[in-house]
């Protein structure tokens, strides 16, 4: 048998000297080094949080909770799913999750819901607990800048199993100029309730991605509601005219109203 | 024209040339979805045997996706050079592999037939490889690359500097910079996928890559991988715009849904070279592909994803690239399920763009919905190293927090270094050194006393 190794006190992690600059971001910055590879601490810690994202995916929306929410706030919803049968068919077949599942489609067009501007449709997508935590605070920021511009907002549609591209067909059943699917994003190792934001004009089935205008990252950590709201209605204003899609470029950052926003939202931090 | 063959009892029939390509494609999710799988294993195997005796001319006669109603189609077309491909005009599928592997396929003879081959025969010849013989083949290719370094000498590797922040926090991003440039990473680009598409955002993101890199005469370049005509406008208003990046895809239908076509593409190349902001050349685009692209856009013509994604390098090599990478396992488990077929994907990919003679990078990645994990990563990228990768990913611990999806890491990057003896890009090594960041080559321990940390000072 070997003797143990003498005990020198010098352990074999190289440390970075900047770790102070990890203020600065959640990335994995300064993680020190054992030889070339990682050293124990980071390789379990990565471990943890693929494993919390892994059950993140999984975890299906709590439909009842979001619908009872949205009546405190005096927004009429409906419910609606998508064609693909279970979590495992809609990660394995997004043609699925991007149609309405047949009785979906005919109760939305039983409706008799009047036209309207701008209708928002909540969608579990990828994590339905970015969706549990903030949709309901995106949009209760984007309502009072709609009314401002004098906009007819539909009932809220919530919608499991979805794609983005769902919204397409719900707007057009529900006879909307514009739809706004907010939808939970793929979860991150850092970031497991990020919520997307699609705006796309003219909705109908058949519509492509480059027909529509994203907003990413919407979470307090993230893009916070209030600017994620005014960037929405921007684009919303925007597009009304011209249309979405890559010819619509965002030019909200560079207005006034962007920049107080940003201001008073720094100062609120400190 | 059909194929058909008969394997004891059964007799195998396949309508078309596309038909059969699917068929004979090693098992993955997409071509499942697309519905143009063999539907059993013995199939499959029948498929590549109808396949290895196809001659190359066929696929000169019989194109995938009709002439007239694709421009990638006709690129393919009118490009392909007839005296390239003189050596090997008379072979199969088949006999493309086995000469592929032989030792008369150098180097040098290697480079010399791919303006001869079209996406669609690399696409047929992978599909009878086996994972090692998409390594060997590749690691004799040879493709080299200029802006401000020298990009895909042998033995060498490139890594790109993912420094991505959700925000576009300009302190977020530069100290993922900094921590990626004292890990010995950004040779390949400095790259940033922003998370706005807001133009103020993005000229401001260039601005600071730009100064950091005069200050400390960093032999790199950047790239804020945005749309193209974003990228235009930008270098309209005057932006440092040193790489244009798209994202890219084998039809010209699915091109379309990324908002884009060859025309603008070329206006962009033309555009960025204009500037003149190479030193050691001019490769000025940077193209990132994956399989399942035209699927996902509802535009791949029945055409399997792997011979979809092949007709994307065609695009990529009609604007001599700096870097071309798949980011094979970022679209999710519906068109690569597991680390498996994610791993064989990669082989490909890096083996179809060597062979077509594209600088040939992989995005060696994972999303939190696939059935992959961190093992997989490892298994691909020591792969890929051994196949002669022209570059990778380094993401602060493999974790992007804007893309929420996991790639590799500079960690990653030495370890594979340290394995296989694998340099950095000539000029960029030397400035390493130059900063006392490596010592020949490897990486050193730093102190506060180190230059480079005063970077944060300037944003």
């Known amino acids: ?270 | 024209m059909s194929y058909a063959i008969t394997i004891g009892p059964r007799r195998y029939r396949f309508d078309d040339l596309k038909t059969l390509l699917a068929r004979a494609t090693p098992l993955r999710s997409g071509d499942q979805l697309a519905g143009i799988a063999a539907s059993s294993a013995e199939e499959r195997v029948a498929a590549q045997m109808c396949l290895a005796d196809v001659p190359l001319l066929t696929f000169l006669n019989e194109l995938l996706i009709p002439y007239e109603q694709d421009e990638i189609s006709r690129l393919i077309i009118d490009s392909h050079d007839a005296h390239a491909f003189a050596p090997i005009r008379h072979l199969t599928v088949g006999g493309l592999r086995d000469w592929l592997l032989s030792d008369a396929a150098s180097s040098s003879m290697l480079a010399s037939i791919a303006p001869g081959l079209t996406p669609e025969m690399v696409s047929a010849v992978s599909k009878l490889m086996r994972n090692q013989d998409l390594v060997w083949v590749a690691s004799k290719c040879r493709v080299i690359t200029r802006f401000r370094n020298t990009q895909g000498l042998p033995g060498h590797m490139g890594v790109r500097l993912q420094p991505n922040h959700p925000t576009d926090d300009a302190r977020g991003i530069a100290a993922a910079m900094l921590d990626g440039l004292l890990y010995g990473a950004g040779d390949a680009v400095i790259g940033i996928n922003p998370a706005s598409d807001s133009p103020e955002t993005i000229h401001t993101m260039l601005a600071m890559m730009d100064e950091v890199r005069q200050r400390y005469a960093i032999p790199t370049q950047s790239c804020v991988l945005t749309h193209v005509t974003s990228t235009l406008e930008l270098i309209r208003r005057g932006a440092p715009v040193d790489l244009v990046f798209q994202s890219i895809a084998g039809t010209e239908k699915a091109n379309s849904g990324f908002g884009i076509n060859l025309a603008v593409l070329g206006e962009a190349q033309q555009a960025a070279q204009q500037l003149g902001r190479g030193t050691v050349g001019d490769n000025v685009m940077y193209f990132e592909t994956g399989q399942g692209s035209a699927l996902s856009a509802n535009a791949h013509w029945g055409v399997d994803q792997q011979t979809c994604e092949v007709r994307a390098y065609a695009v990529a090599r009609h604007f001599s690239p700096l870097l071309v990478n798949t980011v094979v396992g970022f679209i999710g488990p519906e068109y690569l399920y597991n680390g498996k077929q994610i791993i064989r994907a990669g082989l490909e990919d890096h083996f179809c763009g060597k062979l077509l003679g594209l600088p040939m990078g992989c995005d060696i990645c994972y999303t939190n919905h696939a059935e992959a994990d961190q093992d997989d990563m490892d298994s691909l990228l020591t792969l890929l190293g051994t196949a002669g990768i022209h570059f990778i990913i380094g993401v602060p611990g493999a974790d992007d927090i804007m893309l929420g999806y996991q790639s590799t890491s500079f960690h990653d990057a030495l370890y594979l270094r340290q394995l296989l003896g694998l340099k950095r890009a000539p000029e960029f090594e030397d400035w390493l050194e130059s900063m006392a960041i490596t010592r020949a080559g490897k990486l050193q321990a730093q102190d506060h006393q180190q230059a480079l940390l005063q970077l944060m000072e300037t944003v």
């Open chain 1, 1 to 270: 048998m070997n003797a143990p190794l003498p005990y020198t006190g010098i352990s074999p992690i190289t440390e970075d000297s900047w770790q102070d600059l990890a203020s600065h971001t959640v990335a994995r910055i300064a993680l020190g080094r054992v030889g070339a590879s990682l050293p124990t601490r980071e390789t379990l810690r990565f471990a943890l949080a693929h494993a919390q994202a892994r059950d993140a995916v999984h975890t299906p929306l709590d439909l009842s909770a979001l619908s009872a929410s949205l009546q405190d706030l005096q927004l009429p919803s409906l419910q609606v799913r998508s064609a693909a049968p279970s979590r495992a068919a809609y990660l394995q077949r997004p043609d699925q999750g991007r149609r309405l599942h047949p009785d979906s489609r005919a109760s939305l067009l039983a409706a008799g819901v009047e036209p309207c501007d701008v209708l928002f449709v909540v969608g579990d997508g990828l994590s339905a607990r970015a969706v549990a935590s903030h949709a309901l605070p995106l949009i209760a920021a984007t309502l009072p800048l709609l009314h401002e511009q004098g906009l007819r907002v539909g009932p809220v549609v919530l919608a499991t199993e979805a794609r983005v591209a769902l919204a397409d067909e719900v707007g057009e059943c529900l006879q909307a100029a514009m739809v706004v699917m907010l939808i939970g994003e793929r979860p991150g190792l850092s970031s497991p309730d990020s919520l997307g934001v699609y705006l796309t004009s003219a909705p109908q089935v058949g519509r492509m991605d480059s027909q529509r205008n994203c907003i990413s990252n919407v979470r307090p950590q993230g893009l916070p509601y209030p600017l994620a709201a005014y960037k929405l209605a921007w684009l919303i204003r925007a597009g009304r005219s011209g249309g979405t899609g890559v010819a619509l470029k965002d030019g909200s950052a560079a207005e006034q109203g962007w920049l107080d926003l940003q201001t008073r939202l720094a100062h609120d931090a400190i």
